[in-house]
């Protein structure tokens, strides 16, 4: 019977973002198949990691939301499978690792790539609160909140809480040299969220809407065809959030091996 309760807890959880319109259904189904494979590999560890990832990020997405664009992004509040496998399934795949051959150092890499995760998303949904636009780090311009690439004060102190927070879970793993980890698992989960910047400013695609001149993700915007201007086109925002995570475990496993 305990066993079964950390899946419990998965299967509350998916329901509860499913109710509240933060994931689509298919996106319900993807977040169940992540938290079950992160619970089987981790068990309450890994529930719990991926709860506070989920529900601070949840929280933080409703926040002044009046005060964000949806407009710039490919998608709108509501995620998706294809999110949800960018956002959790570097982290999923860690804790099936771990499952099968138990080393420490995927727990840190585990734990590193949703703070990355946590970093990509408060920087997102807290950056757009602030009063300047932010800077573009290819153009040095000021460009529209929500723009791929571009940086805020507000948003880079957001990135690096975010990192914080999830990498403070490592105290509740039964691992030596708890305090480096803590900080590798803090420094790579912010490196993941700056490459991510680095890539939406150099790769990811960019169109623009011809009828009311907003440079956007979306292939159709005012009921018109989107033009392409910069950018990769199939280097949509999934994939950047796939490196973003990716980087933030490669970055831990890489540090935790030379260091620790």
């Not at 981790?42 to 964000?68: V, Y």
């Not at 790539?113 to 609160?129: H, K, M, Q, V, Y």
């Amino acid at each position: 019977m305990l066993i079964a309760l950390p899946y419990v807890g998965v299967f509350l959880i998916a329901s509860f973002a499913w109710y509240s319109k933060k994931l689509t259904l298919f996106g319900t189904f993807a977040a169940m198949f992540v938290g079950i494979s992160i619970t089987w590999g981790l068990g309450w560890i890994g529930l719990l990691t991926l709860g506070l990832f989920f529900f601070s990020s949840s929280f933080l997405s409703s926040f002044n939301h009046h005060l964000k664009k949806e407009e710039i992004n490919e998608k709108g509040s509501q995620r998706d499978a294809m999110q949800v496998f960018a956002n959790g399934g570097v982290a999923a795949v860690m804790a099936i690792l771990y499952g099968i051959v138990e080393n420490p150092l995927l727990i840190v890499a585990f734990i590193a790539s949703l703070a990355a995760a946590n970093a990509d998303t408060w920087a997102s949904e807290l950056g757009p609160l602030s009063k300047r636009k932010p800077l573009h780090i290819a153009t040095f311009k000021r460009v529209d909140k929500g723009t791929s690439g571009a940086i805020s004060l507000l948003g880079t102190c957001a990135a690096l809480a975010g990192s914080f927070v999830i990498a403070s879970l490592i105290g509740f793993v039964e691992i030596s040299n708890q305090f480096i980890f803590f900080f590798i698992i803090s420094v790579a989960g912010f490196l993941g969220n700056v490459i991510d910047t680095v890539i939406g400013a150099y790769g990811q695609v960019l169109y623009e809407c011809k009828r009311c001149m907003l440079k956007t993700e979306k292939r159709i915007h005012c009921g018109k065809r989107t033009e392409h201007i910069r950018g990769f086109k199939w280097l949509n925002n999934d994939i950047v959030n796939v490196s973003c995570t990716a980087s933030g475990a490669i970055i831990a496993l890489l540090f935790g091996w030379l260091f620790v």
